[in-house]
């Protein structure tokens, strides 16, 4: 008789090691088996036996894991744990469902291991000393709600997994994990990323509504759409995660949407990006390593301000699940959740729910405490802990407040399309009778049309495939993007490529004290170097980052050679040329703005915490000594663009998905330093 894994799984006598899954898109749940395996590093992952035989592996890596970058994180010694799969099986998810423990083991609720007030000075401490200093545009800090239970950890798994196939929806993931010393079990909403016949696929999502009791308001939902600090979250995000599109997919990323990802407790807004690669999928694993919506961007800094500010190691918090299966063509599928709204839990009962806001200069710190608890509310909740967490779980709009920083006609038909799902209430806002449900609020077209309006905001290039570059005559020009610690260059680099230019990336590490840089294998010469953005305060002259930037400009400057510099690059430039620093009253971080860039406008994506200044008053552009011109905000002075011979800077990003004139912008300053080839 052929073995029933899942009899013998929830069995008197199961295996040490085994899986439980339910994926999105799948029939079928399924059940795994298999050998424990811990490495050190993604490409230890064992794909194949000694004998060269494949191997189906699911991988759970902690975050710590992305030290395997050189990026920061505390060292908790969570291991890199692979289950080698021995026996797998697939059933109605029914069955799996009703094999499941009935009844949940008693449970006791500790609370957050951050009260509120002390995660409220966090907060506040990030967005002042961190944000408000130029580290970044936004950083995701969690707390975790501790509990402990009356029963062992798989039992807590797998009576927590029937419950939350019971009661969430959307998830990709609803999974329990059990391994001898690390169990894991949840329902995430996202996945990381994906690679299918090489077709690689990431999902970022953002923007959090938290839905009243008696269901979603459609008139409190269409206020949620127009919420600042959401829409930017997600935007900046999506930004984060084309980096690493641009790094893993030679035609870099489509973005498609934005959607709905539809909880039990909270409504998030995603997009998805898709793209072709050839990469082996452990690399594009260490290469995705870690989704911005759980730690912020740029990636480096952010890793670095969670190591400041978090007190302890994540664990398995924000790392991922990674399944890696066989494919009939000799590679491997990856599919890859996020490991959020996940319990981790220990053989002794022992429960950990982390949970994490992200943080813009938008942000309320209260709303943030609140945007904590709606996160762990549906895992909570299914683990009978309503009681614990009680009335901190808000509900209704995201935590962020003011008005989208947008074109007027996209504020009217944003707001035409959300506003003609219910009358807007007059004052403070009260309980709609017969609410929506999510899967109504999904479907009601105005919110729909809401949702697409957003791309209005959005630069063309990157909502469109990519595959043939551009006719820009810049065939056979060789260029060197300096990486200042912000993936943004791989998107740099990624359109350079499109106007025709072979690119190489180096790290600011690698450029000379004397600023020169190191030639790619494949060039004589270098025909552009494109100085790139980076966190950090550009006056300061002890940071050695600061310093060979500063050296490989003023080599370019002095040789008169071919030099085109973005944000903080432009910064440095503008210093070289005798301009003065100002940092900003409020951070321009993920903004959009329409600039005059030398008699054409575009709209232009801005991540900045200083600027260049002149005397304001004076009409765009305005000349300065040694030829050189900018372009400048009239109104407050702040330099947007210079250019001279063979220079041309950007404070802003070209390459951001916030800029819609970005690929013109990008090849007229490419153009311009070459001499207008």
Same mark, same amino acid.
């Given at each position: 008789?052929?073995?029933?894994?899942?009899?013998?799984?929830?069995?008197?006598?199961?295996?040490?090691?085994?899986?439980?899954?339910?994926?999105?898109? $799948?029939?079928?749940?399924?059940?795994?088996?298999?050998?424990?395996?811990?490495?050190?590093?993604?490409?230890?992952?064992?794909?194949?036996?000694?004998?060269?035989?494949?191997?189906?592996?699911?991988?759970?890596?902690?975050?710590?894991?992305?030290?395997?970058?050189?990026?920061?994180?505390?060292?908790?010694?969570?291991?890199?744990?692979?289950?080698?799969?021995?026996?797998?099986?697939?059933?109605?998810?029914?069955?799996?469902?009703?094999?499941?423990?009935?009844?949940?083991?008693?449970?006791?609720?500790?609370?957050?291991?951050?009260?509120?007030?002390?995660?409220?000075?966090?907060?506040?401490?990030?967005?002042?000393?961190?944000?408000?200093?130029?580290?970044?545009?936004?950083?995701?800090?969690?707390?975790?709600?501790?509990?402990?239970?009356?029963?062992?950890?798989?039992?807590?798994?797998?009576?927590?997994?029937?419950?939350?196939?019971?009661?969430?929806?959307?998830?990709?993931?609803?999974?329990?994990?059990?391994?001898?010393?690390?169990?894991?079990?949840?329902?995430?909403?996202?996945?990381?990323?994906?690679?299918?016949?090489?077709?690689?696929?990431?999902?970022?999502?953002?923007?959090?509504?938290?839905?009243?009791?008696?269901?979603?308001?459609?008139?409190?939902?269409?206020?949620?759409?127009?919420?600042?600090? *959401?829409?930017?979250?997600?935007?900046?995000?999506?930004?984060?995660?084309?980096?690493?599109?641009?790094?893993?997919?030679?035609?870099?990323?489509?973005?498609?949407? +934005?959607?709905?990802?539809?909880?039990?407790?909270?409504?998030?807004?995603?997009?998805?990006?898709?793209?072709?690669?050839?990469?082996?999928?452990?690399?594009?694993?260490?290469?995705?390593?870690?989704?911005?919506?759980?730690?912020?961007?740029?990636?480096?800094?952010?890793?670095?301000?969670?190591?400041? $500010?978090?007190?302890?190691?994540?664990?398995?918090?924000?790392?991922?699940?990674?399944?890696?299966?066989?494919?009939?063509?000799?590679?491997?599928?990856?599919?890859?959740?996020?490991?959020?709204?996940? !319990?981790?839990?220990? +053989?002794?009962?022992?429960?950990?729910?982390?949970?994490?806001?992200?943080?813009?200069?938008?942000?309320?710190?209260?709303?943030?405490?609140?945007?904590?608890?709606?996160?762990?509310?549906?895992?909570?909740?299914?683990?009978?802990?309503?009681?614990?967490?009680?009335?901190?779980?808000?509900?209704?709009?995201?935590?962020?407040?003011?008005?989208?920083?947008?074109?007027? *006609?996209?504020?009217?038909?944003?707001?035409?399309?959300?506003?003609?799902?219910?009358?807007?209430?007059?004052?403070?806002?009260?309980?709609?009778?017969?609410?929506?449900?999510?899967?109504?609020? !999904?479907?009601?077209?105005?919110?729909?049309?809401?949702?697409? !309006?957003?791309?209005?905001?959005?630069?063309?290039?990157?909502?469109? *495939?990519?595959?043939?570059?551009?006719?820009?005559?810049?065939?056979?020009? $060789?260029?060197?993007?300096?990486?200042?610690?912000?993936?943004?260059?791989?998107?740099?680099?990624?359109?350079?490529?499109?106007?025709?230019?072979?690119?190489?990336?180096?790290?600011?590490?690698?450029?000379?004290?004397?600023?020169?840089?190191?030639?790619?294998?494949?060039?004589?010469?270098?025909?552009?170097?494109?100085?790139?953005?980076?966190?950090?305060?550009?006056?300061?002259?002890?940071?050695?980052?600061?310093?060979?930037?500063?050296?490989?400009?003023?080599?370019?400057?002095?040789?008169?050679?071919?030099?085109?510099?973005?944000?903080?690059?432009?910064?440095?430039?503008?210093?070289?040329?005798?301009?003065?620093?100002?940092?900003?009253?409020?951070?321009?971080?993920?903004?959009?703005?329409?600039?005059?860039?030398?008699?054409?406008?575009?709209?232009?994506?801005?991540?900045?915490?200083?600027?260049?200044?002149?005397?304001?008053?004076?009409?765009?552009?305005?000349?300065?000594?040694?030829?050189?011109?900018?372009?400048?905000?009239?109104?407050?002075?702040?330099?947007?663009?210079?250019?001279?011979?063979?220079?041309?800077?950007?404070?802003? $990003?070209?390459?951001?998905?916030?800029?819609?004139?970005?690929?013109?912008?990008?090849?007229?300053?490419?153009?311009?330093?070459?001499?207008?080839?």
């Amino acid at each position: 008789m052929k073995d029933n894994l899942l009899e013998r799984v929830l069995g008197p006598t199961p295996p040490p090691a085994y899986a439980l899954l339910y994926r999105q898109g $799948h029939d079928q749940a399924e059940i795994i088996e298999g050998d424990v395996v811990d490495v050190d590093n993604l490409a230890d992952i064992p794909l194949h036996d000694a004998d060269g035989t494949v191997r189906e592996v699911l991988a759970l890596v902690p975050f710590r894991q992305v030290r395997e970058r050189g990026y920061q994180a505390i060292d908790d010694g969570a291991p890199l744990r692979c289950l080698r799969v021995t026996a797998r099986q697939e059933v109605p998810v029914q069955m799996l469902r009703e094999a499941l423990p009935a009844t949940l083991p008693a449970i006791e609720g500790r609370g957050f291991d951050v009260p509120d007030q002390d995660y409220i000075a966090t907060v506040s401490a990030v967005i002042g000393d961190e944000i408000g200093r130029g580290e970044g545009a936004n950083f995701v800090i969690r707390r975790d709600f501790l509990a402990q239970a009356d029963a062992d950890g798989a039992r807590v798994a797998t009576s927590l997994l029937r419950r939350l196939l019971e009661r969430e929806r959307g998830a990709y993931w609803t999974f329990a994990v059990v391994t001898p010393d690390i169990i894991l079990a949840g329902a995430s909403p996202e996945r990381h990323v994906s690679v299918n016949n090489g077709v690689a696929t990431m999902n970022p999502i953002s923007g959090t509504y938290r839905h009243p009791q008696g269901g979603v308001d459609p008139a409190s939902f269409s206020r949620f759409l127009l919420d600042t600090k *959401e829409v930017e979250e997600l935007f900046m995000v999506v930004d984060e995660e084309l980096k690493m599109m641009s790094q893993v997919c030679a035609d870099g990323g489509q973005v498609l949407g +934005p959607f709905l990802k539809q909880m039990s407790k909270v409504t998030h807004t995603e997009y998805l990006l898709k793209g072709h690669t050839s990469l082996d999928v452990r690399d594009v694993l260490r290469e995705t390593m870690f989704a911005p919506t759980v730690t912020g961007s740029p990636m480096q800094n952010a890793c670095a301000v969670i190591a400041r $500010h978090e007190t302890k190691g994540r664990g398995y918090y924000s790392g991922v699940a990674a399944l890696m299966t066989p494919e009939a063509s000799g590679g491997f599928s990856l599919d890859a959740p996020i490991l959020i709204r996940t !319990a981790q839990i220990t +053989p002794g009962g022992e429960v950990r729910v982390s949970a994490g806001a992200t943080l813009v200069r938008h942000s309320s710190p209260q709303g943030e405490v609140a945007e904590t608890a709606g996160k762990a509310a549906g895992l909570l909740g299914a683990l009978g802990l309503e009681a614990a967490y009680g009335a901190g779980f808000g509900a209704g709009a995201g935590s962020g407040a003011g008005s989208l920083q947008m074109a007027p *006609e996209d504020i009217d038909e944003l707001t035409s399309s959300a506003s003609r799902v219910v009358p807007q209430p007059q004052g403070t806002p009260q309980p709609v009778p017969g609410a929506q449900t999510a899967t109504e609020l !999904a479907n009601d077209p105005h919110i729909r049309a809401a949702l697409v !309006a957003r791309n209005r905001m959005l630069a063309p290039f990157w909502l469109a *495939e990519q595959h043939d570059a551009r006719s820009a005559g810049l065939t056979g020009r $060789h260029a060197v993007v300096i990486d200042a610690e912000d993936r943004f260059t791989t998107m740099l680099a990624h359109q350079l490529r499109h106007l025709g230019m072979t690119v190489s990336v180096v790290p600011w590490a690698q450029v000379a004290a004397d600023g020169e840089i190191p030639l790619p294998p494949d060039a004589e010469y270098l025909d552009l170097v494109i100085a790139g953005p980076g966190p950090g305060d550009p006056t300061d002259r002890s940071d050695p980052r600061m310093a060979r930037l500063r050296a490989a400009v003023q080599r370019r400057l002095r040789d008169q050679a071919p030099l085109v510099a973005v944000c903080l690059s432009h910064q440095v430039v503008a210093t070289e040329l005798g301009l003065a620093l100002a940092r900003l009253d409020s951070p321009r971080q993920g903004v959009q703005l329409t600039i005059d860039y030398f008699g054409t406008p575009a709209r232009i994506g801005f991540y900045n915490t200083f600027t260049a200044r002149v005397e304001a008053g004076n009409s765009s552009p305005v000349r300065l000594s040694g030829g050189v011109e900018a372009s400048i905000d009239p109104a407050t002075g702040d330099v947007f663009a210079l250019r001279g011979r063979g220079l041309a800077t950007l404070q802003g $990003h070209a390459e951001s998905i916030l800029s819609i004139d970005g690929i013109d912008v990008l090849e007229r300053m490419v153009r311009h330093a070459l001499g207008n080839v």
